[in-house]
């Protein structure tokens, strides 16, 4: 799990409502069932008629990466790499038929499966970079649908805003109602505000984040192979990778 975007958030709402006490306010004034209903409502209404099914599900899921994000290790794949090479330069290229057949990555299985086959350097770059940049794509997007809630929540906190000062006016004679309209009207904005740059944008760029760690260690493993591949020395492939992991 990582902890640091659970201490993130934790901060965040704990500054926000440490700050309204701070100036005398209280937890109650912050808790308005009609702003969270039009705010999260909202943003939720408009994220779904401006994306696709399988976006969104796809945005959903990868949202535990900003808790639970996949494990991405360069280190660990330098040293894949390396054995590779090593039992590439002793056996030949047929010699990686095993791992091929027992590599839990299905990125550097099929990169060890074209090694195996026989597969031209320029074929192997090309099949595996359109794998690379079309999983990096739909990844992106699935951020962007955080991006769009962040893009959207304030403006609608806006409208919630406006709704609670209709209800003020409309009912200036009863005092008794305007409380409830000012709190609408103030809280729907916080509410909105809030939610986009405590939740939605920093999720969208952990996610992209993690996106760009991920086709970093895919990238390498992609120069590991075509360098295998070429034949060159093993000493010459783990310098050219660690660079990967220096930059």
Do not use: C, H
């Amino acid at each position: 799990m990582d902890i640091l975007s659970l201490l993130g958030i934790i901060l965040a709402f704990a500054a926000l409502l440490g700050g309204n006490m701070l100036e005398g306010g209280t937890l109650a004034s912050l808790f308005n069932l009609p702003a969270a209903l039009i705010v999260i409502g909202g943003t939720l209404a408009a994220t779904i008629l401006q994306t696709s099914a399988g976006l969104l599900r796809r945005a959903f899921s990868q949202a535990r990466w900003v808790f639970f994000p996949p494990y991405v290790g360069l280190e660990e794949g330098v040293g894949k790499v390396m054995d590779w090479s090593v039992k590439a330069r002793k056996q030949g290229l047929l010699g990686l038929e095993g791992i091929a057949e027992k590599e839990p990555e299905p990125f550097a299985r099929k990169g060890l499966q074209l090694l195996v086959d026989g597969a031209e350097t320029e074929t192997i770059r090309s099949v595996l970079e359109v794998d690379l940049e079309s999983r990096e794509q739909r990844d992106l997007e699935a951020a962007q649908v955080f991006e769009a809630m962040g893009g959207y929540s304030p403006t609608i906190g806006i409208i919630g805003a406006v709704m609670g000062l209709i209800q003020v006016m409309t009912n200036l004679t009863d005092p008794s109602t305007l409380g409830a309209g000012i709190a609408t009207a103030f809280v729907a904005t916080i509410y909105g505000v809030a939610l986009a740059n405590l939740l939605f944008f920093p999720v969208a760029n952990k996610m992209r984040e993690i996106v760009r760690r991920r086709s970093r260690y895919e990238d390498m493993m992609i120069d590991g192979i075509i360098a295998i591949a070429e034949g060159e020395n093993p000493r010459s492939i783990e310098m050219r990778l660690r660079g990967f992991i220096q930059s």
